[in-house]
């Protein structure tokens, strides 16, 4: 299963190709996978209040390649918004996911050390946790944690998106 942290993920590949990096999420999901079965695709992410028609066709493609996506309006933070909750979904998700024995492997997509707790957990019952993100909000107590890496840097001709599909 792979479970994705949407911000966390869009804000390494912009910082990755000063600003212009385009992933493909099949490119992507194919190189985490490699010869594994792909079970099933989490992607956690925010959008503006009222708002979430500008990322539905998005979330429509996605759906239909095999993520469930989890999506919450931004909490409002003085003069802008502030993604909220993203992280303990995705962390519950893991753990959920990995009690129930619905994977033997997680690749979590983020860089964030938030993270270490819960992938050290699910590694207690059994289960195989890989990470994979950019360089720039990589953690390395999360890197560390992780029982793989993928350095998305290193593969990125590999996930670089087509401009014709998304």
Same mark, same amino acid.
């Given at each position: 299963m792979v479970f994705v942290d949407g911000q966390n993920l869009v804000r390494g590949a912009k910082q990755f190709g000063g600003g212009s990096f385009d992933y493909d999420v099949n490119s992507l999901v194919d190189e985490l996978v490699g010869d594994r079965d792909f079970v099933r695709g989490y992607w956690f992410d925010s959008h503006e209040p009222g708002n979430r028609g500008e990322k539905e @066709? /998005?979330?429509g493609f996605l759906e239909t390649n095999g /993520?469930? $996506?989890d999506s919450t309006e931004l909490n409002r933070d003085g003069d802008g918004f =502030?993604? =909220?909750e993203a992280d303990?979904? +995705?962390a519950t998700e +893991?753990?959920?996911r990995g009690f129930t024995d619905a994977y033997d492997v997680a690749v979590v997509v983020t860089g964030d050390r938030d993270f270490v707790?819960? $992938?050290r957990y699910v590694q207690d019952q059994g =289960? $195989? $946790?890989e990470a994979a993100a950019f360089e720039e909000p990589? @953690?390395?107590a999360l890197r560390r944690a992780a029982d793989g890496y993928t350095h998305l840097d290193d593969v990125a001709d590999a996930i670089r998106r087509d401009e014709r599909r998304f």
């Open positions: @066709s /998005f979330y /993520f469930r $996506v =502030k993604e =909220k303990i979904r +995705l +893991l753990i959920a707790r819960a $992938v =289960k $195989v $946790v990589m @953690s390395d």
